[in-house]
């Protein structure tokens, strides 16, 4: 910024008049003022206390009263906090640095270049089983700014849209459809799209419930027929009075924060859309609840 160029030559030649003593512009500190004193920027004086030999005070008092004297244009006025040498800057410097930034197109722009990050941004992803609505709109210029934005700080920026929602309740809709539809359709049927995928759920359900009691009855206790896949407590009184199986399975899995001390965010011990500081563990508390429930039927 032009303000901070002129205000650090400035102080420069105000140690060098001041007190007889060249120093380098590395050794001038200067930040933004904190939100509870007065001014926009503040020069740090300890460093010139032994060139001064005087107290923090005294030296930044010198300094302001130099600053405000030779770069009047730039300084309104200033304040001591201790060490601290607060500036007011005029505010037609401010008017003048906006007129700059506006007269720049592509002001605060950093060039990508090969060597730039690669960042993905993906959006909006909308579930391929639902009709787009207004917040997939939002999602769309939410991730379309955030890319701009990304891109604007250097970064190689690839944007993608994920079309897939195949989990495993999708999974369960297409293989009732499959056996049980009849090429049935939305327009066939005169349903919404995820109406029609959310019967065919329901019926996947039915019929395994149905498969799985004819098999138990078709064991007649020869052979011990094994429910699993998403057991838990909740589910049990139910499978238990629809299929009259005895026998279930269950992880009883919870994820937990690992306890890896040292963590290096790009280097990899695995997949690398898997998170390495989550762990799979065999919840005792799940695992007792599900054989209480077992215990009452």
């Given at each position: 910024m032009e303000i901070a160029n002129k205000i650090v030559s400035a102080v420069k030649a105000g140690i060098q008049e001041l007190y007889g003593t060249e120093v380098s512009e590395s050794m001038i500190?200067?930040?933004?003022?904190?939100?509870?004193?007065?001014?926009?920027?503040?020069?740090?004086?300890?460093?010139?206390?032994?060139?001064?030999?005087?107290?923090?005070?005294?030296?930044?008092?010198?300094?302001?009263?130099?600053?405000?004297?030779?770069?009047?244009?730039?300084i309104q006025d200033f304040n001591v906090i201790k060490g601290f040498l607060n500036l007011t800057i005029q505010p037609s410097q401010w008017i003048d640095l906006l007129l700059d930034i506006q007269q720049q197109e592509h002001f605060g722009f950093v060039p990508v270049t090969e060597d730039s990050p690669l960042v993905?941004?993906?959006?909006?992803?909308?579930?391929?089983?639902?009709?787009?609505?207004?917040?997939?709109?939002?999602?769309?210029?939410?991730?379309?700014?955030?890319?701009?934005?990304?891109?604007?700080?250097?970064?190689?920026?690839?944007?993608?849209?994920?079309?897939?929602?195949?989990?495993?309740?999708?999974?369960?809709?297409?293989?009732?459809?499959?056996?049980?539809?009849?090429?049935?359709?939305?327009?066939?049927?005169?349903?919404?799209?995820?109406?029609l995928i959310g019967d065919y759920y329901v019926a996947f359900d039915q019929h395994y419930r149905e498969q799985v009691k004819e098999l138990v009855e078709k064991a007649q206790g020869e052979t011990e027929i094994l429910i699993a896949g998403g057991v838990d407590a909740s589910v049990l009184p139910m499978?238990?009075?629809?299929?009259?199986?005895?026998?279930?399975h269950m992880s009883g899995k919870i994820s937990m924060e690992s306890e890896m001390r040292y963590r290096k965010q790009d280097v990899s011990m695995g997949v690398a859309s898997v998170s390495e500081y989550e762990i799979w563990r065999t919840s005792e508390k799940r695992v007792r609840e599900a054989r209480k429930v077992l215990e009452q039927l």
């Amino acid at each position: 910024m032009e303000i901070a160029n002129k205000i650090v030559s400035a102080v420069k030649a105000g140690i060098q008049e001041l007190y007889g003593t060249e120093v380098s512009e590395s050794m001038i500190q200067l930040q933004e003022t904190r939100p509870e004193f007065e001014g926009q920027l503040t020069v740090v004086v300890f460093p010139f206390l032994k060139i001064s030999r005087k107290k923090p005070e005294d030296t930044a008092q010198d300094l302001g009263t130099f600053l405000k004297t030779q770069i009047p244009e730039i300084i309104q006025d200033f304040n001591v906090i201790k060490g601290f040498l607060n500036l007011t800057i005029q505010p037609s410097q401010w008017i003048d640095l906006l007129l700059d930034i506006q007269q720049q197109e592509h002001f605060g722009f950093v060039p990508v270049t090969e060597d730039s990050p690669l960042v993905m941004i993906e959006y909006s992803s909308p579930n391929t089983n639902k009709p787009l609505h207004l917040g997939h709109v939002r999602n769309n210029l939410l991730g379309w700014a955030l890319a701009n934005v990304m891109q604007a700080n250097g970064n190689k920026v690839v944007k993608t849209n994920i079309v897939n929602d195949r989990g495993i309740h999708i999974c369960k809709s297409m293989l009732a459809w499959q056996y049980y539809g009849n090429g049935e359709t939305p327009e066939s049927s005169g349903k919404k799209g995820d109406h029609l995928i959310g019967d065919y759920y329901v019926a996947f359900d039915q019929h395994y419930r149905e498969q799985v009691k004819e098999l138990v009855e078709k064991a007649q206790g020869e052979t011990e027929i094994l429910i699993a896949g998403g057991v838990d407590a909740s589910v049990l009184p139910m499978l238990a009075e629809k299929t009259k199986a005895k026998a279930y399975h269950m992880s009883g899995k919870i994820s937990m924060e690992s306890e890896m001390r040292y963590r290096k965010q790009d280097v990899s011990m695995g997949v690398a859309s898997v998170s390495e500081y989550e762990i799979w563990r065999t919840s005792e508390k799940r695992v007792r609840e599900a054989r209480k429930v077992l215990e009452q039927l």
